[in-house]
């Protein structure tokens, strides 16, 4: 074996958890750490879903409830910062799963993790396509009259389009965009901060930013005081930082193109979620205090995506300096878009690779650039379909007007925040069960996870329960006058999770409890060989067989 090719670290630990090194390692832990900072994108969530902050508790809400859930967000990153230490592998979640509770623990959390990926995926170009609709209507009068749910899924498919082939083109190409997108979003923030601070005529109190409380639900009659302000209307409030704050599994399922990964990626999860937290609550407190008319902001709040932002920016900023701010976050959600498609990919392809998805073998098969091409138009297809029916009008009655609102989306888009979330807590979970019988990697909380792994689950459990509950008294079956005419109303997500759960459950005791065994290695050894050597000696054979005809004049 003296003439055989020596594997680096990261691909000898490779080989140790059963893979070979197909896809091509060219990414940086600043790239690693980039991927998961552009996918939370504070340019995205904080924009796009402002308006369910602002419904369910007003400004206090959202200045206090930010760096309240983020806590709770840097716990459960922690703790799988700890679980991709010990197995950087593009499976990511599932791996954990299956390593630590077996195949089955493996196929729900993969599934689960998959559903949510493809639908985050769709959520964000759609509200990259709304904030590019939005940019131009703000700015020129012309583009259009009114919203149009139509138009918007129109931008929607070429967005989703030019991901794809940012995707497909190169993964080098990838690295370099998700380098530039770091600094765009602490850039572009820094700005959108600096307009609101600058350009406003006034700015709103202290009191009103941090006690003022809206209820904009039609629960309990909008009040905003006693227990079921607190339990029914508040809670809901925490979707906003919930679903802004996730996404950074994708360190994980970059793991196997980056440079020293077992370090790497546990510190590109945990880091994009502190420098997001602080980010996103500096970006939330500067949207909150450039509020001129609060009962104006409240009026029209939720209709379209980031139509109560876009109501700030108009009520503070001149056309300009509103179009500046709203084209700021539309290029920050195209970069997360990007990125959340090639987080989704390389997981369809650890997952197709162990034959766990219909059709495994195109999308776990890779292109020249070793990037999963099928994968990727695969995202984008189902993308497209589950965003169907966003193009269907619902109008919403907020004040005296309709707002149109793709209401049966949202639902998709919330099974895709719990569908992560529920994913992320099954590792999590079946690691704390596992104790000291754990190995941790080089990076790992040591005793600590005693107390932050059950930290980490109960906060998944009951953020998840509060995705489920009725958004407006008009969707709440015990509410007087809840009939058919009330279902387009209701909160699809309960409906969404139950379907998804009971195909998996049927799934797995009618086919995969038969044939799927977990993850399945790509190392076939000889006896006596182990999986560094094999690889080693598969190396040298390509390049044997592989050599330019220049070095090769037999």
Request: proline share 4%; net charge neutral; with cysteine.
């Amino acid at each position: 074996m003296a003439d055989t090719i020596e594997l680096n670290e990261d691909e000898k630990r490779l080989a140790e958890l059963g893979y070979k090194q197909e896809l091509n390692r060219s990414w940086s832990g600043f790239s690693n750490f980039a991927i998961s900072f552009s996918i939370i994108s504070i340019l995205a969530g904080c924009f796009t879903t402002f308006g369910v902050g602002w419904n369910n508790g007003g400004p206090a809400a959202i200045a206090w409830g930010w760096p309240i859930v983020s806590m709770f967000i840097l716990v459960i990153g922690l703790c799988m910062s700890e679980l991709v230490s010990a197995f950087p592998t593009s499976g990511g979640i599932y791996w954990w799963a299956s390593k630590l509770g077996g195949a089955k623990a493996g196929y729900y959390t993969g599934w689960l993790n998959l559903i949510g990926l493809l639908a985050i995926d769709a959520s964000v170009a759609y509200g990259c396509a709304t904030f590019f609709d939005l940019t131009l209507d703000t700015y020129s009068t012309s583009w259009a009259s009114g919203y149009s749910l139509t138009r918007v899924f129109i931008i929607f498919l070429v967005v989703l389009g030019l991901a794809a082939l940012v995707n497909i083109f190169s993964s080098h190409l990838l690295a370099v965009l998700n380098n530039v997108s770091v600094w765009w979003h602490v850039i572009g923030a820094t700005a959108v901060v600096l307009i609101l601070v600058v350009a406003p005529k006034h700015h709103a109190s202290l009191s009103s930013v941090f006690t003022h409380t809206v209820n904009n639900t039609g629960f309990i009659g909008g009040h905003t005081g006693g227990p079921a302000f607190f339990f029914l209307v508040l809670p809901l409030s925490v979707i906003l930082t919930q679903y802004t704050i996730t996404g950074y599994d994708a360190s994980a399922h970059l793991s196997e193109e980056t440079h020293s990964a077992a370090d790497s990626a546990a510190k590109g999860i945990w880091r994009s979620i502190f420098y997001s937290a602080i980010g996103g609550w500096i970006l939330l407190l500067s949207f909150l205090f450039a509020v001129q008319n609060e009962a104006g902001v409240t009026a029209g709040g939720g209709g379209y995506t980031g139509g109560s932002v876009a109501i700030i920016f108009n009520q503070a900023l001149t056309v300009n300096w509103a179009s500046l701010v709203l084209a700021i976050a539309t290029l920050g959600q195209f970069f997360c878009t990007v990125a959340c498609m090639t987080s989704t990919t390389r997981m369809l392809f650890a997952f197709s690779r162990d034959g766990a998805v219909p059709g495994a073998k195109y999308w776990s098969r890779l292109n020249h650039n070793r990037v999963p091409v099928y994968g990727v138009l695969l995202s984008v297809v189902v993308a497209a379909l589950i965003t169907l029916p966003a193009v269907v009008t619902v109008n919403i009655p907020v004040g005296d007007e309709l707002i149109p609102s793709p209401v049966a989306f949202y639902a998709v888009v919330s099974i895709g925040v719990v569908g992560l979330y529920v994913a992320f807590a099954i590792p999590i979970w079946l690691r704390w069960r596992a104790g000291s019988k754990f190995k941790p990697g080089g990076w790992t909380l040591g005793s600590k996870y005693k107390w932050m792994a059950p930290i980490a689950v109960a906060e998944i459990a009951i953020t998840s329960f509060i995705a489920l509950l009725p958004t407006s008294s008009a969707g709440a079956p015990w509410y007087t006058g809840f009939g058919w005419a009330s279902l387009k109303f209701v909160n699809y997500t309960p409906v969404v999770i139950l379907g998804a759960l009971f195909a998996l459950w049927v799934g797995w005791h009618l086919s995969a409890k038969h044939w799927f065994t977990g993850p399945k290695t790509t190392v076939d050894l000889p006896s006596g060989m182990s999986a560094a050597d094999e690889i080693a000696l598969e190396h040298k054979r390509f390049h044997e067989t592989h050599v330019h005809p220049a070095d090769n004049p037999d």
